[in-house]
């Protein structure tokens, strides 16, 4: 059942999450010569201009959802394929690297004895919606960032072939992934794997 009452935190938790994720998208994308996403004013945290919102709201009631892609014009790039890459990888990047500040603030302010009850529901969504974020977007369908990876990964022949398979059937193929928990087989491992890689780095460090 969907808790109302944590929405309060949930909310902020997921924009912040969309945000950094798309931020860092268009940040590479420029880095490498493609300004496209610095001229449709996709250069920033604000979350209005990165959000979905029907993606949004199933994020946050169905755990499976959206924002708008980052627009990239890839011959703008000095390395087509280093650019395509560099740019897929740097959203989920971001997001694990959020959860990780949340994950550290989490510890450091119960350390501090700072923590209150609403800090630490804030940082708690903030780590699951960023970790989760991250592994979700690798899957290799269309159109999450796993599938540009994967293609420009194949050799010439087998890329072809993928696109031709994921461009036709990805969206089918990503909905029956959702909808038959297939992709909580997938990334419950991951994000459990990293999140506890997290604490083992913070308690040596706290």
């Not at 994308?29 to 920033?44: C, I, K, P, Q």
């Amino acid at each position: 059942m969907l808790d109302f009452a944590s929405m309060i935190y949930r909310i902020p938790a997921l924009l912040f999450a969309i945000s950094i994720h798309e931020y860092a998208h268009a940040q590479c994308a420029d880095s490498m010569g493609d300004s496209t996403a610095r001229y449709m004013g996709r250069l920033t945290f604000n979350p209005l201009a990165h959000l979905d919102p029907i993606g949004a709201i199933l994020l946050v009631v169905a755990g499976f959802g959206w924002a708008k892609g980052v627009p990239i014009n890839v011959n703008n790039f000095r390395n087509r394929r280093e650019g395509i890459l560099k740019v897929s990888f740097a959203g989920p990047a971001a997001n694990l690297f959020l959860c990780f500040v949340a994950a550290f603030l989490m510890a450091f302010l119960n350390r501090m004895g700072m923590m209150s009850e609403g800090i630490y529901r804030f940082l708690f969504w903030l780590q699951l919606y960023n970790v989760w974020f991250a592994f979700f977007n690798l899957i290799p369908v269309p159109p999450l960032d796993g599938s540009r990876i994967v293609s420009e990964l194949l050799p010439a022949k087998q890329s072809w072939q993928f696109n031709d398979i994921v461009d036709r059937y990805g969206f089918y193929i990503l909905i029956a992934l959702v909808f038959t928990g297939i992709t909580g087989m997938i990334i419950n491992p991951l994000a459990n794997g990293y999140l506890f890689i997290i604490q083992r780095i913070l308690s040596i460090v706290f």
